[in-house]
C-alpha cells in the first residue's frame, strides 16, 4: 500500500506563475517530509524540508506546508521559471531501528512539472 | 562538497549475468541505501543498510543482494541480471539520527538485455 501519494503525474504552468505541487501520506508515525528535484539522468537533490512541529517553511522561492489533520503537504514554487522543470518527489521519513533513531525515506511516485517560458 | 559516487553511469549486460554495483561517499554517513527509480513508480527502496556488515532488506529485495564492508562503501549485486531489472539505480546516503536528508548520488542506468 502506497504511504505517500503524489496523485498529479504532471503539472504544466507559465513562467512567472506560482506552482503547487501536493502530496498526502497515511502513516501518522511520519514526521518530518522532503521534497526533492531531479533532472533526466541524474539522481535527485534536496530541496526543502519541514518537521511536523512546523505548519510552514521557506526557502528563497519555495514554501513548503503541512496540513497534519489532513495528512498534506504542498510545495509552492515562486515564481516558476524554466529550470524548475523536472520531476518532484515528496518523502517522508519512518524510523526503521528502535534504537538510535536511523530513518528511511519513504517516496511518493513524483510529478513532472513543466515551465512554460 | 558532499559526495555520493556511484561508479557507473550507463551499464549494459546480458540476461543472467551477475552485475556488481558500487556506491561510495565521503561523508562519513552511517546508513546508505539503494533504490531504483521507474516511470510511474517513483523510488522503490531495496536494501539499506545503518552500519558496516548490516543490512536490512526493503520493498523490492528479491534478486539482490549488498555488501557494506566498509562504512563509505555500499555495493549492490544483481545475483542473475534479469531483463526486469532495466532500471535507473540510485543510491544515497544519510547521518544516523532523527529528522536526516540523505544525498543521492547520480545513478546508473542499467540495461538488461
Known amino acids: 500500500d502506497q504511504q505517500v501519494k503524489q496523485n498529479s503525474p504532471s503539472l504544466s504552468v507559465q513562467e512567472g506563475r506560482i506552482s503547487i505541487l501536493n502530496c498526502d501520506y497515511t502513516n501518522s508515525m511520519f514526521d518530518y517530509f522532503l521534497w526533492y528535484k531531479k533532472y533526466p539522468a541524474e539522481g535527485p537533490t534536496f530541496l526543502i524540508s519541514i518537521s511536523s512541529i512546523k505548519d510552514k517553511n521557506e526557502d528563497g522561492r519555495f514554501t513548503v506546508f503541512l496540513n497534519k489533520s489532513a495528512k498534506h503537504l504542498s510545495l509552492h514554487i515562486v515564481p516558476s521559471q524554466p529550470g524548475d522543470s523536472a520531476v518532484y518527489f515528496c518523502a517522508a521519513s519512518a524510523s526503521f531501528r528502535s534504537q538510535g533513531g536511523s530513518e528511511k525515506l519513504v517516496f511518493g511516485k513524483g510529478t513532472k512539472l513543466t515551465v512554460n517560458p | 562538497d558532499v559526495k555520493v559516487t556511484q561508479s557507473s553511469r550507463y551499464l549494459v549486460k546480458r540476461t543472467g549475468e551477475k552485475v556488481f554495483l558500487e556506491c561510495v561517499q565521503d561523508?562519513?554517513?552511517?546508513?546508505m541505501f539503494w533504490y531504483r527509480q521507474d516511470p510511474g513508480l517513483g523510488l522503490r527502496l531495496i536494501y539499506f543498510?545503518?552500519?558496516?556488515?548490516?543490512?536490512e532488506k526493503g520493498d523490492i529485495p528479491e534478486g539482490y543482494s549488498v555488501s557494506r564492508e566498509k562504512k563509505e562503501r555500499f555495493s549492490l549485486i544483481l545475483e542473475s541480471a534479469s531483463t526486469n531489472q532495466t532500471s535507473m539505480y540510485l543510491c544515497a546516503s544519510s547521518y544516523r539520527g532523527l529528522n536526516t536528508e540523505a544525498f543521492f548520488g547520480q545513478g546508473t542506468r542499467l540495461t538488461v538485455v
Open positions: 543498510s545503518y552500519d558496516v556488515k548490516m543490512k
Open positions: 561523508m562519513d554517513h552511517e546508513n
